[in-house]
């Protein structure tokens, strides 16, 4: 994988490409981010080095990469959660066409509702989790401050673990494809546990929602949730 990237990542391009991928899988998360940025942090921990350039240097830097990554999940967080709060009746009826995503919604907002801030950070790992956050907390027109602090920490953390990945395991396995796959798999993992974690309180008995953003994607699921019901033919109003 490496080898055959070898050029990408011995150029500017590679913070190009790692932006735009982290800034758009918010609105579609079948986006190699994450695989991006690991293989990046890996190609930093290895020997590869630009053509004529000092070995000492690692390539891409590792800080730049960060800030690559942070601030595209923020931008990408901060798009999603605008234009949700612009969508209005006619992106919950879309929503609503998609039981996939009405039932993420509501097990989520349960699960946000009951944890507070730190499930939105556990949330940034699992699948779609990002989207449904991003979109749950501008459908409910929650103010931008509630918001944005804790998208901030859930892209740090996310970039960090991402990149300590790469960089890490590089180091200790090598730049290689083992070494990559291997990392891949532990974000992999971080994303099914993290999955595991935000769905689990949704079996529990619903208690009082905490305010805040938290707040916020609960009533955007339970807005979803009714634009579901009232859809459906024979349902009483």
Aim: proline share 5%.
């Amino acid at each position: 994988m490496l080898e055959s990237v070898g050029a990408l990542t011995g150029s500017p391009w590679i913070y190009v490409l790692v932006a735009l991928s982290v800034l758009l899988d918010v609105f579609l998360p079948v986006l190699p981010s994450g695989v991006l940025v690991i293989t990046a942090a890996t190609a930093a921990a290895g020997t590869t080095t630009v053509a004529g350039s000092a070995a000492s240097h690692p390539v891409p830097s590792l800080l730049i990469l960060m800030l690559c990554a942070v601030t595209a999940s923020v931008l990408g967080d901060l798009v999603a959660y605008r234009l949700a709060w612009r969508g209005g009746e006619r992106l919950d009826r879309a929503i609503a066409r998609s039981r996939r995503l009405t039932t993420a919604q509501e097990r989520l907002g349960t699960a946000l509702g009951k944890g507070g801030g730190a499930l939105v950070v556990i949330a940034r790992f699992a699948p779609a989790g990002r989207s449904v956050v991003s979109l749950g907390a501008g459908a409910a027109h929650r103010r931008a401050k509630e918001f944005l602090p804790w998208s901030a920490v859930a892209g740090v953390a996310w970039a960090g673990y991402s990149i300590g990945l790469g960089y890490f395991g590089g180091q200790w396995l090598g730049a290689s494809w083992f070494g990559t796959a291997l990392s891949v798999f532990a974000l992999f993992v971080a994303g099914g546990l993290a999955a595991v974690v935000v769905r689990r309180p949704a079996a529990a008995a619903a208690g009082p929602p905490a305010a805040g953003v938290t707040a916020a994607v609960t009533a955007g699921a339970a807005v979803t949730a009714g634009a579901s019901v009232s859809a459906a033919p024979g349902t009483a109003p």
